[in-house]
């Protein structure tokens, strides 16, 4: 509540004076200052070429079969090329070690999108360098990829190596780094392994994927040269594993402008072994979506429903990671988040007033009931160690604690989501600047969520950065299910 003493939740290694402040400076220009890597030692252009490049015939197959959204188009392409000498130049006769394609959101990063693409293609080839705005993953997927499957399968060894050693970059945000991880994870679903595992370039305004697994959290100063050094880096670093969460929403027909990443699905009974305190809708709707970094719902989503709501009327208010955070901190002033109340009576303005939570734990076939603590405003399922821009708002427990709440170590492919409550704009400010933790509530395997209307008809939500309004009525309810994907998508470490 607004009149509430601010205190740390828990211990915390890393809160207050120890780390120095750890605050708001360390992220940006440092990160993009040890990207320039001025003391790394000098990357030469054709050896790099040496090790990721694809056979001519090879990668004009993949471009041909993409083109005409045909594989076997592709194929006969290569068959023919092959009958010619496979493309002609001496390329051909040496298999690189880590054959890799880009995929780069030249919208992103400003004025760099464009030129990252042109510099991208002079390093690589252009038929390895895919701009999202002409070629989306799941073309790639679907005829690029099937086209290299199905010259191995006629015994082509080249590119049986090539399908098996393949490594994939993104150079973009969050949101594009996710759409090609769900492209590629329907190689799983597909069993056409092995899946490609993925690096980043980054290029958007939070970054917290590029973070977590080393890529840094910025476009670096001297983005030419290290361009290099994260290819580089991509053909021989370790892979990691990333655990995905698939969220299905069952709610009364509504024509609610959803995020891009929530599609419809076919009914299916989402309250099975829960105890619903509320009639079901006679006429429902089901849409599922998959995400990597974290859902949330309260306060914090319609800060950003707010944002992204004004960058999309005023696009030209919004032309940098700098321009966004001072929109950001506008609209957290202005919605509620510090001075005004959700609603008149400030008794109903927490979270618990329109939602229960159940969660399953690690290991265990049961839900279980948790309360929604009175002062939380904004609830965070969060899966990896970064967010908001390279905060740690779960913080860093010590091991008596971790024990004490049976807690475990949070990582990124540790089968758990961590919930934490955010109470007004000053908590959720101190959290944010890692003065103190967030309010910590539990680690499930799996959550369920039940969205109970009255005295609120709406609620805001958000799901890696796509803000909804979510509408919830008094007379039924609106459930919330949220499950790990089976599979773990690979990434590659750039530490």
């Known amino acids: ?6 205190k740390s939740e828990m211990p915390n290694s890393r809160a207050g004076a120890e780390e120095g402040g750890t605050v708001a400076a360390r992220s940006s220009v440092s990160e993009s200052i040890r990207g320039c890597g001025i003391s790394g030692m000098r990357i030469d252009k054709e050896e790099l070429r040496r090790r990721i490049l694809m056979p001519a015939y090879l990668r004009l197959a993949m471009a041909s079969a993409i083109r005409a959204q045909d594989a076997d188009a592709g194929a006969e392409s290569a068959m023919k090329d092959g009958a010619e000498g496979r493309g002609g130049g001496p390329e051909v006769d040496e298999m690189p070690e880590a054959p890799m394609v880009v995929f780069v959101n030249s919208r992103s990063g400003g004025r760099h999108g464009p030129q990252l693409k042109l510099r991208l293609q002079e390093l690589i080839s252009e038929e390895q360098v895919f701009d999202l705005s002409v ?4 073309q790639f997927v679907r005829y690029g990829l099937t086209c290299l499957e199905n010259l191995a399968n006629l015994g082509d060894d080249c590119a ?7 490594r994939v970059m993104v150079a973009g945000g969050d949101g594009t780094v996710g759409w090609v991880l769900g492209s590629l994870g329907e190689l799983f679903v597909q069993k ?9 370039i980054p290029l958007g305004t939070g970054n917290d994927l590029s973070r977590s697994f ?6 670096p100063f001297a983005w030419r040269s290290a361009v290099k050094r994260s290819l580089l880096k991509a053909v021989s670093n370790p892979v990691q594993h990333l655990d995905s969460w698939h969220v299905t929403i069952m709610m009364q027909e509504t024509g609610l402008d959803l995020p891009y990443s929530l599609k419809p699905l076919q009914d299916y009974d989402l309250t099975q072994d829960v105890d619903i305190q509320r009639e079901l809708p006679e006429s429902v709707s089901c849409f599922g979506g998959v995400f990597y970094n974290y859902l949330s719902i309260g306060m914090d989503a319609q800060v950003a429903y707010g944002f992204h709501h004004l960058r999309n009327k005023k696009p030209y208010l919004a032309q940098g990671p700098i321009s966004n955070k001072l929109i950001y901190a506008g609209y957290g002033c202005t919605q509620g988040w510090f001075f005004t ?5 400030p008794g109903l303005r927490g979270l618990k ?11 265990s076939k049961e839900w279980e009931k948790i309360p929604v603590p009175s002062s939380v405003r904004a609830i965070v399922l969060l899966n990896l160690d970064s967010y908001g821009g390279g905060r740690h708002p779960w913080g860093r427990p010590m091991p008596e604690y971790l024990e004490k709440r049976n807690f475990f170590e949070d990582r990124a492919d ?5 919930i934490f409550g955010l109470k007004q704009g000053w908590h959720a400010s101190f959290v944010m600047v890692e003065l103190i933790s967030a309010k910590h509530i539990a680690q499930a395997a799996a959550v369920k969520l039940e969205l109970r209307g009255g005295q609120w008809n709406k609620a805001y939500m958000q799901m890696d950065g796509e803000p909804w309004k979510q509408s919830i009525k008094r007379e039924c309810s609106t459930f919330v299910k949220i499950e790990r994907v089976a599979f773990q998508s690979r990434m590659i470490s750039g530490k």
């Open 1 to 6: 509540m607004a009149g509430e003493g601010v």
């Open 160 to 166: 049986k190596a090539v399908r098996e050693n393949l």
């Open 192 to 200: 056409r392994e092995p899946v490609p595992p993925t690096g980043i």
């Open 353 to 363: 007033n329109i939602l229960a939570l159940y969660i399953k734990k690690v290991n």
């Open 414 to 418: 540790d089968g758990m989501l961590e």
């Open 214 to 219: 080393g890529w840094g959290g910025s476009f």
């Open 135 to 138: 070629t989306q993953p799941p």
């Open 341 to 345: 109340p959700c609603v008149k009576t």
